[in-house]
Nanobody, 115 residues
């Protein structure tokens, strides 16, 4: 059974930090490059950060130097540490394979950056 459950979102002030987590079923996690995506208000979903099976990360230019993606292959989890958050980071954040599989999209977790 395919399952992706995101957590860790919330309301944070500009400059603050959040850590998102994604628990994945073994079917999803094993052998797949994983990624975090986000969809802001009125925007299309975009790739934020990705990580290969051997833990090599890549980042969108807009988050480079502020976000860190990691994976725990023993626990089947993918995390996103977000620092120096900006209002433009406000979005629903999702994890999925990279490239994503449409039917694997979960509910996501809302991140709101506002004073």
């Amino acid at each position: 059974q395919v399952q992706l459950v995101e957590s860790g979102g919330g309301l944070v002030q500009p400059g603050g930090s959040l850590r998102l987590s994604c628990a994945a079923s073994l079917t999803v996690f094993r052998g797949n490059n994983m990624a975090w995506y986000r969809q802001g208000p009125g925007k299309e979903r975009e790739l934020v950060a990705s990580i290969t099976t051997d833990e090599n990360p890549n980042y969108a230019e807009s988050v480079k130097g502020r976000f860190t993606i990691s994976r725990d292959n023993a626990k089947n989890t993918v995390s996103l540490q977000m620092n120096s958050l900006k209002p433009e980071d406000t979005a629903v954040y999702y994890c999925n394979r990279n490239p994503p599989i449409r039917i694997w999209w979960g509910q996501g977790t809302q991140v709101t950056v506002s004073s």
